[in-house]
């Protein structure tokens, strides 16, 4: 770096520290600021070829702006680290700048970096106990299986994704089929599904794609409340037609809540279980649910509707109705409606 702006390692540290920078935005990973006033003193090129890793906390620059990171960036010139943790999803804000914030960046060396370090990686961790009516036990994970609500909503500022159920509406029928509110967080199944056990009575609802569902290996019904029972396995046979299945349990699951939501994010490792898809040998904790779910009743999946099909079903509930619309449709007075 030094190098390439004709200058001494010393004089590129004192340059960029002399520095007052603006938080132009926040993105591409959550707490990861691009940064604007750099000295053309110091400016310089992208690397030609990506970085395989950047270590958290990285200090890049390029022509125009630079940036600092808590996760993999790529292609910066990098001219050091910094130990303060750019983003944490425990904290409340989660992010350290967000846009508009005004950052200097302070010289300091290897015992007092060392120092900082050590007090940043003391924090204890904000750990939320749930207690609940027994557990989920995984015997299997399947291909990739995670805890989703319908997402984090309100901290985009800070570069944070909704995340969340990609089919919010089989979630919400799971959700409703077994007596839960709309928000609980269920299992989103992508293609092979999982193996598990569970370990009290309770109810279950399985909906969204077709994965083939099964209950102690005999078919699980699509879209409807079913009872199970302690030690009962559900297992999945295969996909069948569609994508990603939901798998909803009265009460929901217990997992943490962070950053308002339950949901796993995956390309930053928090939310759901410890941030990451479900594997063999973990146990998922359930909140404790009413028991006045009405087992046995049902919904129908989504059709699209066409010109060539005036008659449609509810896309909730089944009650058929003739219309005119391209669109879904969702019967007015239909109880398990959108809200």
């Not at 919400?172 to 989103?188: I, K, M, P």
């Amino acid at each position: 770096m030094a190098a390439l702006c004709g200058l001494s390692e010393a004089d590129v540290v004192a340059i960029h520290a002399a520095g007052v920078y603006r938080v132009y935005m926040m993105g591409f990973t959550p707490g990861f600021p691009y940064l604007g006033g750099m000295s053309p003193r110091i400016a310089a090129p992208r690397l030609p070829s990506p970085r395989t890793f950047v270590p958290a906390g990285s200090v890049g620059l390029r022509r125009t702006r630079q940036e600092s990171t808590d996760g993999e960036s790529r292609g910066w010139r990098l001219i050091g680290r910094t130990p303060v943790r750019l983003f944490d999803p425990a904290a409340d804000p989660p992010a350290l700048v967000e846009a508009g914030d005004v950052v200097r960046f302070v010289p300091v060396s290897m015992d007092r970096y060392a120092e900082l370090e050590r007090a940043q990686d003391a924090r204890p961790p904000n750990a939320i106990a749930a207690s609940g009516d027994g557990v989920i036990e995984v015997l299997e994970g399947g291909m990739l299986t995670t805890v989703q609500d319908l997402g984090r909503i309100g901290f985009q500022r800070f570069g944070v994704p909704v995340a969340g159920a990609m089919d919010t509406f089989a979630l919400r029928a799971a959700n409703r089929l077994v007596g839960n509110a709309d928000t609980a967080a269920g299992l989103e199944i992508t293609l092979a599904g999982p193996t598990l056990r569970v370990t009290a009575d309770t109810v279950v609802a399985a909906t969204g794609a077709d994965l083939q569902p099964r209950l102690n290996g005999r078919p699980l019904p699509l879209w409807r409340g079913v009872p199970v029972r302690r030690g009962d396995v559900l297992t999945y046979a295969g996909q069948r037609q569609g994508i990603r299945g939901y798998l909803a349990v009265r009460g929901g699951i217990a997992v943490p809540v962070v950053l308002r939501s339950r949901a796993t994010y995956l390309t930053s490792a928090f939310g759901g279980l410890q941030g990451r898809a479900l594997r063999a040998g973990d146990t998922i904790p359930l909140l404790r649910g009413e028991k006045s779910a009405d087992t046995g009743s049902r919904v129908a999946p989504v059709r699209a509707m066409t010109q060539a099909t005036p008659i449609m079903s509810c896309a909730c509930c089944g009650v058929r109705r003739t219309t005119p619309s391209p669109r879904p449709v969702v019967r007015p007075s239909c109880p398990l409606r959108t809200r």
